[in-house]
């Protein structure tokens, strides 16, 4: 699973799913747009829009699906309860969040952190301008672990969890692109290309997304 608001979907979100997918084995990633994110308020497209695009950046890829779990009500959405819900359709199979090592420390914040544990196991990505080393104080990890994965010694490591899920802390390729950048640059009236797929670029630009003054942010 790779949850967020994808504000919008770039090229750094889909090859961490890529290299995470390939790195790992996984049979499938399942992206899966926010509907209202409690933590992400700023700037943010129509649930539907950013839905689409997330459609469009994957559909010629067969490994990746998407799901509107989250994007049909006008609710909050809370990575607990979809998961939760997750779990209760598809008891078959074992459930990886797959997360920024910035993310995983705003972990503490989100609902009913002490859940999310006991119902999925965790990838945590790397991210160019964090370090692993900076996650110590959060996981029971040797300092020496962490290091050699910030110097890219070491491509992967793996932790059991109490209740027996488990957390990866995998090395990526690093791309410095992030969806605030992107929506900058729109407002500027900049481009974007190359950042992510046309598909994307020419559905910001058919819809006027991101534009200053728009009713579509």
Request: net charge negative; proline share 6%.
């Amino acid at each position: 699973m790779m949850g967020g608001a994808f504000n919008p979907i770039h090229y750094g979100h889909l090859r961490a799913a890529e290299e995470v997918r390939i790195k790992l084995g996984f049979e499938k990633v399942l992206f899966i747009p926010s509907g209202n994110p409690p933590l992400k308020m700023k700037d943010l497209a129509d649930a539907n829009h950013r839905y689409e695009m997330t459609r469009l950046s994957i559909e010629t890829n067969p490994f990746f699906d998407i799901s509107d779990i989250e994007c049909r009500g006008s609710r909050k959405s809370y990575t607990v309860e979809t998961l939760t819900a997750l779990g209760e359709r598809h008891p078959e199979n074992e459930f990886f969040l797959i997360l920024g090592n910035d993310s995983f420390l705003d972990i503490p914040a989100w609902y009913q952190p002490e859940r999310l544990t006991e119902l999925a196991n965790f990838v945590v990505v790397s991210r160019p301008g964090f370090r692993f080393s900076g996650l110590s104080p959060e996981i029971p990890i040797a300092p020496e672990t962490l290091f050699a994965l910030d110097a890219r010694a070491l491509e992967m490591h793996r932790l059991r969890l109490e209740g027996g899920r488990e957390l990866l802390l995998l090395n990526i390729t690093p791309m410095d692109i992030s969806a605030t950048a992107v929506r900058t640059l729109v407002k500027a009236g900049k481009s974007i290309k190359y950042l992510l797929p046309e598909q994307v670029e020419s559905y910001i630009i058919l819809h006027k997304l991101y534009r200053e003054g728009s009713d579509h942010l």
